[in-house]
C-alpha cells in the first residue's frame, strides 16, 4: 500500500500523498491560524503561508492596503491623526495614527469652584477621576459657602 507503488509512470502526485487537497487551516504564526484552507494537493510536512490578498487597516482606520494574510501581523501605518474620541468624550486624539488606547486628554480647561468665587486650570483627562475630586461641575476651593455640592 505505499502510494510511491501507486503511481503511474507519468503520474505528478507527490510521493506519501493521497492526490486529494490538503485543505488543512493555515497558519499566519506558529500559535494562530487564519480561516483559509491550503489549496495544495496532500503533502508531507507543513503546508505553506496563506497566500491569500486581505484589506488591512491602520490603527486609525484611514488607510488600508493589501497584503498577505501570512502577513496578518504587518500593520499598515499612515501620518495622519488619530482623531478617535478620547474617555472624556469631548476631544479627539491629535497623535499620528497609532496602535493601542489613546492617552489621557490632556487639553486645559478652566472650572469654577462650586461658590464661583475660583477659577483653575485642570487637564481634562483628570477631570472626574477620583484622585481629582473635580468634577465637570466644578472643584471644591475650600470656603465655605452654604451650597448644596449636588
Same mark, same amino acid.
Given at each position: 500500500?505505499?502510494?510511491?507503488?501507486?503511481?503511474?509512470?507519468?503520474?505528478?502526485?507527490?510521493?506519501?500523498?493521497?492526490?486529494?487537497?490538503?485543505? =488543512?487551516?493555515?497558519?499566519?504564526?506558529? *500559535?494562530?491560524?487564519?480561516?483559509?484552507? !491550503?489549496?495544495?494537493?496532500?503533502?508531507?510536512?507543513?503546508?505553506?503561508? !496563506?497566500?491569500?490578498?486581505?484589506?488591512?487597516?491602520?490603527?486609525?482606520?484611514?488607510?488600508? /492596503?493589501?497584503?498577505?494574510? /501570512?502577513?496578518?501581523?504587518?500593520?499598515?501605518?499612515?501620518?495622519?491623526?488619530? *482623531?478617535?474620541?478620547?474617555?472624556?468624550?469631548?476631544?479627539?486624539?491629535?497623535?499620528?495614527?497609532?496602535?493601542?488606547?489613546? %492617552?489621557?486628554?490632556?487639553? /486645559?480647561?478652566?472650572?469654577?469652584?462650586?461658590?464661583?468665587?475660583? =477659577?483653575? %486650570?485642570?487637564?481634562?483627562? *483628570?477631570?472626574?477621576?477620583?484622585? /481629582?475630586?473635580?468634577?465637570?461641575?466644578?472643584?471644591? !476651593?475650600?470656603?465655605?459657602?452654604?451650597?448644596?455640592? %449636588?
Amino acid at each position: 500500500n505505499n502510494p510511491a507503488q501507486r503511481r503511474g509512470k507519468g503520474d505528478m502526485t507527490v510521493p506519501h500523498s493521497c492526490g486529494e487537497p490538503c485543505k =488543512k487551516k493555515l497558519a499566519i504564526s506558529e *500559535d494562530v491560524n487564519c480561516h483559509h484552507r !491550503c489549496h495544495q494537493l496532500c503533502h508531507p510536512g507543513p503546508c505553506p503561508p !496563506c497566500p491569500v490578498t486581505i484589506t488591512r487597516y491602520c490603527p486609525c482606520g484611514k488607510t488600508s /492596503s493589501r497584503v498577505r494574510c /501570512s502577513q496578518y501581523s504587518v500593520l499598515p501605518s499612515c501620518d495622519k491623526s488619530c *482623531d478617535k474620541m478620547l474617555d472624556c468624550g469631548l476631544h479627539k486624539c491629535i497623535l499620528i495614527c497609532h496602535e493601542g488606547a489613546c %492617552s489621557s486628554c490632556d487639553v /486645559s480647561v478652566e472650572l469654577l469652584c462650586y461658590c464661583k468665587r475660583e =477659577k483653575k %486650570s485642570f487637564l481634562c483627562g *483628570d477631570i472626574g477621576t477620583e484622585m /481629582s475630586g473635580v468634577t465637570r461641575k466644578g472643584f471644591s !476651593c475650600g470656603r465655605i459657602c452654604n451650597r448644596s455640592l %449636588s
